[in-house]
């Protein structure tokens, strides 16, 4: 069992920003594939952006331009900026890690984030 410790998810305004903010406790972080995912009710778990254990990014089409993911493989941490956010962005983020040739999966607890007037 690993214990994510997510953060930074709350209520913001369209066009606002937040910042995610996931550690993993995992003695091999760096060799895991980090992630960020979004499920809102009623619809299914996607993928909002991930990075490779080399840095390679890759996002969800529609996040591309407004988010940012990165990782401190240093600090066990993977961050999540997002910038001109949405109504439709609203929805309970995970953080996920997975490693890159097979093998458990981890998955955090989830942060929700609203965005609303």
């Known amino acids: 069992q690993v214990h994510f410790v997510e953060s930074g998810g709350g209520l913001v305004q369209p066009g606002g920003s937040l910042t995610l903010s996931c550690t993993a406790p995992?003695?091999?972080?760096?060799?895991?594939?980090m992630g960020w995912y979004r499920q809102a009710p009623g619809k299914q778990r996607d993928l909002v952006a991930s990075?490779?254990?080399?840095?390679?990014?890759a996002y969800g089409d529609s996040v591309k331009g407004r988010f940012t993911i990165s990782r401190d493989n240093t600090k066990n941490t993977v961050t999540l900026q997002m910038n001109s956010l949405k109504p439709e962005d609203t929805a309970v983020y995970y953080c996920?890690?997975?490693?890159?040739?097979?093998?458990?999966?981890?998955w955090g607890q989830g942060t929700q984030v609203t965005v609303s007037l």
């Open positions: 995992i003695s091999t972080f760096s060799h895991y594939v």
């Open positions: 990075v490779t254990t080399d840095g390679r990014t």
């Open positions: 996920n890690a997975a490693p890159p040739l097979g093998g458990d999966v981890y």
